[in-house]
């Protein structure tokens, strides 16, 4: 869905990412989960599975004027971070017989 949005738009997926770095636009991206700081800091720390969409996240920005990363409300919502942690290992997590 959101690549035929980017297609209306700019026509294709492409071009929207090439006008979005023409105009040089400032990046912000806000999380509410401490982990996330921690694989930005650490490389290390990061899953396998994320590593490639940290690494595009990393190529992008460089193409771009300025970016933010903010841990908004992290010590307020445990829960949330909790479910979060749980979802990246919901493999082992949740398991069903049938």
């Given amino acids: 869905m959101k690549e035929r949005a980017a297609e209306g ?10 006008l979005y ?4 636009l400032p990046l912000i991206i806000e999380f509410d989960l401490n982990t ?11 899953p396998w599975s994320l590593r ?3 690494a595009e996240i990393e190529d992008g920005s460089r193409h771009t004027a300025e970016i933010q ?4 409300n992290h010590k307020k919502n445990g829960m949330a971070e909790t479910l979060a942690k749980a979802s ?8 069903a017989a049938w």
């Fill in 21 to 24: 770095f023409q105009v040089q």
């Fill in 52 to 54: 490639k969409l940290f």
């Fill in 69 to 72: 990363f903010a841990v908004t």
């Fill in 36 to 46: 996330v700081s921690n694989w930005l800091k650490y490389r290390s720390l990061c």
């Fill in 9 to 18: 738009c700019c026509g294709t997926r492409k071009g929207l990412f090439q």
């Fill in 88 to 95: 990246m290992s919901r493999k082992n997590f949740f398991k």
